[in-house]
């Protein structure tokens, strides 16, 4: 059994006791004001919960093949390091962007994800991503556009989308991918490397401008 089954596996239990105990629920969601009181638990185990079924399924069927990837690629250990230092780094961008708005709170592995496939992206940037699992597209156009709308995402106050998580998440994978693969990621494809670090770089001064 891959370790991407088994997080899948250990995700479908927290996403179903959530659902049916919202004392537990509330406990390991990514919450503000609770990681203000001390609870930093919460910027992983948020991870393992999910809004509904549908939310879950999109989740864990693209970590499914994005995640078995790079486990094959890098190694359970370094796979581990990218997925859980997406999340946490995806909810510490939530927070650093969101720290005085006490009501703010997240739930989900999409920055986790999001790390899976910017690693992806950053190896092979010109293989297809099949869009909505039918429509196939470049990685990295893909990633620039997914970029684009979550960068811009987080201009709406009203959007239930943890836009800021998702591209926290982007961020460590094109990282991990470039820091585990340095000795070919500037020398196959430097272009693209390079303009995935500056949309990143972009994406992040747009976010710290908007919040000034």
Sequence with gaps: MSISTIIIIITGIATYMGFNDHSLFERFKFSVSGIKAGEYHRFLTSAFLHADWSHFLINMFTLYFFGDFINHVFGTTNFLLIYFGGVFAGNYLSYYFHQNDLWYSAIGASA??????FAFVTLLPFEFIYLFAIIPIPAIIFALGYLWYTTKGTQDMTSRI???AHF???IV????????DYQD????HPLVTSVLLGALAYGFYYMQKKNL
Excluded: D, M
């Design 112 to 117: 986790g994800v999001n790390a899976a496939i």
């Design 162 to 164: 943890g836009h800021e």
């Design 168 to 170: 926290g998440g982007a």
């Design 173 to 180: 994978g094109v990282v991990a991918g470039i820091l585990l």
């Design 185 to 188: 990621a500037f020398a196959k």
